[in-house]
């Protein structure tokens, strides 16, 4: 609870009031989460310590990169539809940004040494370059079989990415054949805010129910639903 982030000045609390995503990363010992209402930060779980926060406008996705970096995906707003890349000791300082409508979903992928970002029409690769000046390089870049780019995740085997489309319902992208097609055995939905798998194979996702949120946590292979009667659910991510 950001009212809560006694090392976050109270003034910028209230940038983190629409939280828009997280993420469990060094094996569960720090959070990324980011929020539509305008920042970014990353939390030490256990203590709830902030070790990084910035303003981002929009901010719809958040990844860490190597060598203490971090990307940031600006959305649609005033100064926003960027990719954002900081470095987590100078969080007050934007080394690079790359135009990109609609900015919404970031994933570092280590095996191929690439940051995936999802736009409104497109997906794409950049590489990180260190030297010199901070940058990422785009290397490629793939047209969305439909307009509304809206999550993406890795999935476990590291082979493809989960994507979620507004009103297309969730897709996958080889990353061999570099291909686009729809999840097989998936319970798709025409709107779909989050996606993703764990190792056994289980999905974890949501449904809106009333404008942008739902009260259900859903689940497939095996089919499962979470009750949250008292929180407005945007996305879900397995822990």
């Not at 256990?46 to 926060?53: D, G, H, Q, T, W």
């Not at 981002?56 to 971090?70: D, Q, T, Y």
């Not at 129910?209 to 499962?224: D, Q, Y």
């Amino acid at each position: 609870d950001s009212r809560d982030a006694v090392d976050i000045p109270e003034p910028d609390r209230n940038k983190f009031r629409t939280m828009d995503d997280c993420k469990a990363v060094n094996k569960g010992e720090r959070i990324l989460v980011s929020a539509s209402s305008g920042a970014v930060a990353v939390i030490e779980r256990k203590s709830k310590k902030v070790l990084f926060y910035t303003s981002v406008p929009n901010a719809h996705s958040i990844e860490l990169l190597p060598g203490g970096f971090l990307a940031a995906a600006a959305s649609t707003a005033k100064d926003g539809n960027k990719v954002l890349l900081f470095k987590i000791n100078k969080p007050n300082e934007i080394l690079f940004s790359d135009s990109l409508h609609s900015a919404h979903g970031l994933v570092w992928d280590n095996k191929r040494g690439s940051l995936f970002a999802l736009g409104y029409d497109v997906l794409r690769a950049y590489k990180l370059e260190t030297k010199d000046h901070p940058r990422l390089l785009l290397t490629s870049e793939w047209k969305l079989p439909h307009h509304g780019g809206h999550d993406l995740q890795m999935a476990p085997d590291n082979h493809k990415l989960f994507i979620t489309i507004e009103r297309s319902g969730a897709w996958e992208f080889n990353l061999s054949s570099q291909a686009f097609g729809k999840i097989k055995d998936f319970p798709d939905s025409e709107i779909i805010k989050s996606i993703g798998q764990n190792s056994s194979g289980q999905y974890i996702f949501t449904v809106p129910e009333e404008s942008w949120w739902t009260f259900h946590v859903k689940f497939s292979n095996p089919g499962r639903s979470f009750s949250f009667p008292g929180l407005r659910v945007y996305k879900a991510r397995w822990f």
